[in-house]
């Protein structure tokens, strides 16, 4: 089958923050805190509905949001048992031929960090986010992933790492980004746990294209 594997990974436990994010973006059943998750994409678009059948036939994990697009397909799946997760993961593999480790390596496209922000650029980002406010004076963390899916287990591990506001990510598409609020020394650390996680993923090379 001629399907790529663009990324595949675990989140062992969803923090408040993302979990709730994930409520008011999904479309499917809302995840919870604490639970397991898996994020899939695929291209092209339209082979995540084979992904998604897969798992729910075989495991009792609820789809929280699924996105066909004509290049990349994505499915996020979730279940308070990490078992659960860990073997909805092996079915989709073991059907579709797959290995963990076909899927692409994250790559870091951009990262930014806009220190005291002003009050109206605060109010151009609160207006596009779906969680938390950034307030006027606070730091701005803007982190771009590729491929686009692993901007969920960037952001879950960031929020793990320090007291920061989640304020929106976006997992779908050709690249992933992440944005974050908080105090510049918080956000300090949750980039470090963002980038570490990133960098701890194995895959098939990432390497941009040539112009």
Do not use: W
């Not at 929020?159 to 050709?174: H, Q």
């Amino acid at each position: 089958m001629a399907l790529d594997l663009r990324c595949f990974s675990y989140v062992d436990i969803l923090q408040p923050q993302t979990a709730g994010f994930l409520g008011t973006v999904s479309q499917g059943y809302h995840p919870l805190v604490g639970h397991a998750a898996l994020l899939i994409e695929v291209a092209p678009g339209m082979d995540i509905n084979l992904v998604t059948d897969i798992a729910l036939k075989r495991t009792s994990c609820m789809p929280g949001m699924q996105v066909v697009e004509r290049r990349y397909g994505m499915l996020e799946l979730h279940h308070s048992d990490q078992g659960q997760v860990r073997a909805a993961g092996e079915e989709i593999l073991a059907a579709l031929d797959l290995k963990e480790g076909d899927r692409l390596r994250p790559r870091i496209v951009s990262e930014q960090r806009i220190t005291g922000v002003t009050g109206y650029h605060s109010q151009l980002v609160n207006r596009m986010r779906h969680g938390n406010f950034l307030h006027e004076g606070q730091t701005l963390y803007v982190l771009e992933t590729h491929p686009a899916g692993y901007a969920l287990i960037a952001t879950n591990e960031a929020e793990k790492a320090a007291p920061i506001e989640v304020l929106e990510f976006r997992a779908v598409g050709a690249f992933g980004r992440i944005y974050l609020g908080g105090g510049e020394a918080e956000l300090e650390e949750a980039a470090k746990a963002a980038m570490s996680v990133l960098e701890s993923i194995t895959g098939r090379a990432n390497e941009p294209r040539k112009k």
